[in-house]
């Protein structure tokens, strides 16, 4: 299933391959590579760990975890990367899988779950589920940064009155609940607008709302 040029994955993105078993890893990257993917294999999770430090955080990636390793185990290496915010794509190929397994893993966010022997086109139509995802997951992430970063520009005054834009005051009522002037609550609007680089209230709402963190 090698891939023309118009459909071959994107060079600065990566599959990483987690797996005990060299043979598994030279299979994998063997097919993988072949295909227009970047692979990095890693023998344990905590080497799979230790070399995410040194790592490019911006870094489009994905991850295929064996199960049973030694050491950390596919599952909790899934676990570590979750508590440690790092929300990248994974799924699990293993010999030694069971429903239960399995459903464990997805409901953690597994993308998918497969036993061995798999078929190329399977792995490849999962490789590129996962990346897609990742695509997603980085975006939206930059984004909440972004906006996180424009809302920090704000004074505690400035996010009181935000909050009562966003709720749908009007300039009296947010006045009367601040216990300031009308023309005071107008500046501070302007001041939001241009701080948060916006023109309309639509964009303003907008922006406030898609930030996760209370303002």
Known sequence: MNLSASTKP?????????????AVRDSLTWLLESNGYVVRCHASAERFLQSLQSTDKSTISCA????????????????????????????????HGDVSMAVSTMKRGAVDFIEKPFKENDLCGLVDRMLAKARVDYSQASQRKITQSLLSKLTGRERQV??????????????????????TVEAHRANIMEKLNVNTVADLLRLALSDPQPN
């Not at 060079?11 to 005990?20: G, L, N, S």
């Not at 950390?72 to 010999?95: K, W």
């Not at 935000?162 to 947010?174: C, H, S, T, Y």
């Open 162 to 183: 935000l909050e009562r834009i966003v709720a749908g005051r009007l300039n009296k009522q947010i006045a009367d609940d601040l216990g300031i002037s009308i023309k």
């Open 10 to 22: 994107n060079q600065a993105e990566v599959v990483y391959v987690v797996d005990d078993d060299e």
């Open 64 to 95: 295929i975890l064996d199960v049973r390793m030694p050491g950390m185990s596919g599952l909790e290496l899934q676990e570590r990367l979750i508590s440690e915010n790092l929300p990248m794509p994974v799924a699990f190929i293993t010999g």
